[in-house]
């Protein structure tokens, strides 16, 4: 018998705000987290605008010696980490820390650090590169650090799986509990991929969006006008606990991870199913998982990046699965808020998923002005919708064709 698998502790790093309240307060009121870049200079790119954490300031979490051992993208998941951790108010000591682990999803990594060794072993020669080179750019690092701060010898590994990392990691972190492999995990994902080459590689792809003039209007998921995802960055990470231990310790459950479920397209290695039909078995599978009908979910917090194939094949999929009900359901796309944090994406909006059931809202899809014909649900167009929410899908989808989806429901005895 599977055990009960509840969220205790939530941590956040977006564009919006670092602060959940303020991050909430934002992301309902419509706000938009997309600006030009600062990063770096992009005055020779195709696209010069994503979601940024512009106001990071990791001095103000780590010294200087800490910082020469972690990328940025490390530096995200620590911070939401410690957040997700005090939040959980969970000691650690009252635990055997064989039973505690971490479990964590990044599509890529430390890129930034790729790109500064490589541009040092040109420029200077190999002996000039750093020996902290592969520690932090290892997608692992973010999943050891958080380890080695708590102490934590239980499951520890990192799941890359493109944008469905964090969805994927989540419900790796779920079943370990259920199966009683662990008591506590920390999971979720984070991403730092804004940066010269990823900038680059992306737009040669064509996958972003180029309204270079507007960026605040540029992710427009499920909009006829969309044009390609916006890039951004961050880190979604949460503290899942076994029900009867987080009760024992009067926790504060904010919700309980009910369903997951995954598959793959075995298509094309960047395009969608264009008939959603891997989408479709992993939002079916997470239902079976939770042995819920499908008239029980309440809201999706889709994928939904704003590409012009993306979006209609998840309307596709969700209306295969969920059939007439789907008319029923709120929809939306916090990526049009957001942008798009890759392989942090599914634990940011599962916290969102979350946040919407706990506070009976539903976040809206801003920028959504001219709907797309071929997408007929809705997804609460630009303000949000005042709803009871008892069961929310999060869908997170990946290049590779790898598709994900957890459930989370209100915590009921």
Known sequence: MKRRVVVTGLGIVTSLSQRLDDFWTKLTAGESGIHELKLFDTSKFKVNFGGDVHDWRPTEYFDSKELNRIDRFTQFAMVGAVDAINDSRIDFSNYDSFRCGVILGSGIGGLQTIEDQVERLLMKGPDRVSPMTIPKLMLNAAGGNISIRYGLRGPNFTVATACASATNAIGDAMKAIQYDEADVMVTGGTEAAITPMGMSAFANMRALSTRNDDPAKASRPFDLGRDGFVMSEGAGIVVLEELEAAKA???????????????????????????????????????????????????????????????VAETKA???????????????STKSALGHSLGASGGIEMIISILAMKTSTVPPTINLEDPDPKCDLDYTPNVAKTRELNYAMSNSFGFGGHNASVIVGKYKE
């Open 249 to 311: 310790r009067g926790a504060t459950i904010y919700a309980e991870l009910v369903g997951y479920g995954c598959s793959g397209d075995a298509g094309h290695i960047t395009s969608p199913d264009e008939e959603g039909r891997g989408a479709s078995r992993a939002m079916q599978n997470a239902l079976n998982d939770g042995d819920l009908n499908p008239n029980c979910v309440d809201y999706i917090n889709a994928h939904g990046t704003s590409t012009p194939p993306g979006d």
């Open 318 to 332: 969700i209306k295969n699965v969920f059939g007439e009900h789907a008319y029923r359901l709120s929809v939306s």
